[in-house]
């Protein structure tokens, strides 16, 4: 099963520096050169990452394939069906 947190297989793999906790922080940081609001964009969407649970993620990507759709796609028709469905209960 693929895991989720490992982002090789899409070629976006990050590369972050660990901290070991052995390794305290600085008594200071040199801000001077840094640029206020350089990765603030006003009105940006967030979308949140939803983690599927191994099995569930293996169905739903069968399908996707035998439908020939991502499976965010997928998901989403899914969500919307049921999203139909309790606004005609209420």
Do not use: C
């Amino acid at each position: 099963m693929p895991n989720p947190n490992d982002l090789s297989a899409s070629g976006n793999k990050r590369r972050r520096k660990t901290i070991s906790k052995s390794e305290p922080m600085k008594a200071e940081y040199d801000f001077s050169k840094a640029e206020r609001g350089k990765f603030y964009h006003p009105g940006a969407d967030f979308s949140f990452p939803i983690y599927l649970d191994p099995d569930v993620n293996e169905f739903l990507s069968i399908l996707a394939k035998q439908k020939q759709v991502d499976v965010q796609d997928l998901v989403n028709e899914w969500l919307r069906v049921n999203m139909k469905l309790i606004e005609s209960i209420r």
